[in-house]
């Protein structure tokens, strides 16, 4: 996790002199592989920003940061037959008090061959994305390649909604 901090000021509550850093933006998780990439049921990759609630009652908020998942070999004009599952967890959330709100984060995903919506193509190296998947995990940019063939199904809605996560004071 790269996840910014979570901190509340509150009186006697922190240790040190009050000029600790905080640090709210979430970083940058980047897994490459030249073979498969397998992120198993029960892991979880987290960039999601932070919060810091001030001994004033002021809420700071930080942005997401970005996950860069690659799977495959880069050699030109090889076929890249390899696989990309994501069966852990994949966090890019802003927090928001309900007044403002840090930024969601940003997803970059390359797979052998893609598909979006619709049903699995059964495609060697296939990472096949449900059109729910641009709605979850509260990410506001998704960068979606393939090395071989990308095909977006019939009728499929492809819609970025992120979500920001609402933390009470």
Do not use: C
Not at 43 to 49: A, C, E, K, M
């Amino acid at each position: 996790s790269t996840a910014g901090t979570r901190v509340r000021d509150l009186n006697g509550a922190r240790a040190g002199n009050g000029s600790d850093p905080v640090a709210l933006d979430g970083g940058t998780i980047r897994l490459e592989s030249a073979g498969n990439l397998m992120l198993a049921a029960g892991s979880g990759i987290d960039v999601s920003g932070g919060m810091w609630q001030q001994s004033s009652g002021k809420s700071g908020f930080g942005d997401a940061g970005t996950i860069v998942l690659s799977s495959g070999t880069v050699t030109p004009s090889a076929r890249h037959e390899a696989d990309l599952s994501l069966a852990g967890t994949l966090k890019g959330y802003g927090l928001s008090d309900g007044k403002a709100t840090g930024h969601g984060g940003k997803i970059e995903i390359t797979a052998s061959n893609v598909s979006i919506g619709g049903a699995a193509l059964a495609r060697v190296g296939e990472l096949h994305l449900d059109e729910s998947f641009f709605g979850s995990g509260g990410f506001a940019s998704h960068a979606i390649r393939a090395r071989d063939e990308l095909t977006v199904a019939a009728g499929a809605r492809v819609k970025a909604a992120p979500e920001s996560l609402v933390r009470g004071r």
